[in-house]
């Protein structure tokens, strides 16, 4: 679950991190109001799931009442990477002397959690990861010490940054407190692009991203009410309505799958093939007719989608339901791509009999069905 940047400041500052005040306005009123009250120069950011806001004029500094208004105005008008800007975050300007990036994440193949900083803030992180990797800066420390974190490690790190030595005991500080944070909110990402140091000498979050571990949400009720709805990816979120998981792909490969093992192998089959799912999709066990429909319905809203591969191993769920549902699906609306379907398992002939004279096309195996597919959807 992503956090928006006030809730993620709201909860450093719990953990004594440094970060302006602000106040979260919704009305270029309530953004004028806000301004007055912090007095100028004020930022005003668009609060919506995704980075890069700066870059798309989300991001501004203004002086006075009249800019503000009508900075706020229009950043409410901002659709940025597909999210429209509902809310705005208003905060005391600050002159940046100096712009690091500083996150903690967990690195699963490592099993560990891991510090990543840059003497280069501000700008991209993954430009700088491709155009110069050695600025870049790791430091691992043991999940279950994150609240505990050997300072001897964190300075090393902060030391090899090479900032003025003055500031290395505040961003030491700072690691240990988003160290402190992560473990206490369950994340699984804490990001300060750019953490800066201020012509004053201070060491202060001037952007926070913060996601949480949705499997750790259960062990913090507080916390799952930070979700923004509004702000989600809709499809996903349908998705979860309908108690399907959902990942939308590049490709042109439409899958629906029943269990999540089965659906990495199917699109792990069609890659190895040569082409490219378009989504990851598990209808889960049972899957019942609406279950199928919405299926359909998501991977059909992409353009991109050429054919749709079906591939169902019926163990507690039967093939003649899942026929049914597909018969369902039919009927409800038309699916103008062609159909793969590889029916295998439990009530695999009743299945097959109620899709007879369908426009499904039938494959006997998964690699014939990618196959198939890959031959009319195109090769990745
Ligand atoms: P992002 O583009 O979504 O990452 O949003 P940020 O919060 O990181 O803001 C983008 C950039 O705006 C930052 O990297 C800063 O350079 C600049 N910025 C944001 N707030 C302030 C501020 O209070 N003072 C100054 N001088 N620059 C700011
Ligand atoms: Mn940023």
Known sequence: MKLHEYQAKELFAKHGVPVPEGIVALTAGDALAAAEALGYPVAIKAQVHIGGRGKAGGVKLVSDGKEAEAVAEAILGLTIGGFPVRKLLV?????????????????????????????????????????????????EVNARELDNAPERDLTAFVEALCLEAGHVP???????????????????????????????????????????????????????????????????????????????????????????????????????LGGAPSNFLDIGGGARSEKVVTAFKMILKDPNVKVILVNILGGITRCDEVAKGILAALADFDVPVPIVIRLAGTNEAEGRALLEGTQLIFAETLEQGAETAIKIGGAA
């Open 91 to 139: 905060t005391p300007a600050v002159d940046v002397a100096h712009e690091l990036y500083l996150s903690l994440l967990i690195d699963r193949n490592k099993r560990t959690a891991v510090y990543i900083g840059c003497a280069e803030g501000g700008v991209e992180i993954e430009t700088v990861a491709k155009e110069s990797p050695e600025k870049i800066l790791r430091c």
């Open 170 to 272: 505040e961003v030491v500080d700072v690691m240990a407190k988003i160290g402190k944070c992560f473990k206490a909110t369950g994340a699984s990402l804490i990001e300060i692009n750019p953490l800066i140091v201020d012509t004053s000498g201070a060491v202060i979050a001037l952007d926070a991203k913060m996601v949480l571990d949705d499997n750790a949400l259960f062990q913090h009720p507080e916390l799952a009410e930070l979700r923004d709805i509004a702000s989600e990816d809709e499809d996903e979120l349908e998705a979860d309505k309908a108690g399907v998981s959902f990942v939308r792909l590049e490709g042109s490969i439409g899958c629906v799958v029943n269990g999540a093992g089965l659906a990495m192998a199917t699109m792990d089959v069609i890659k190895h």
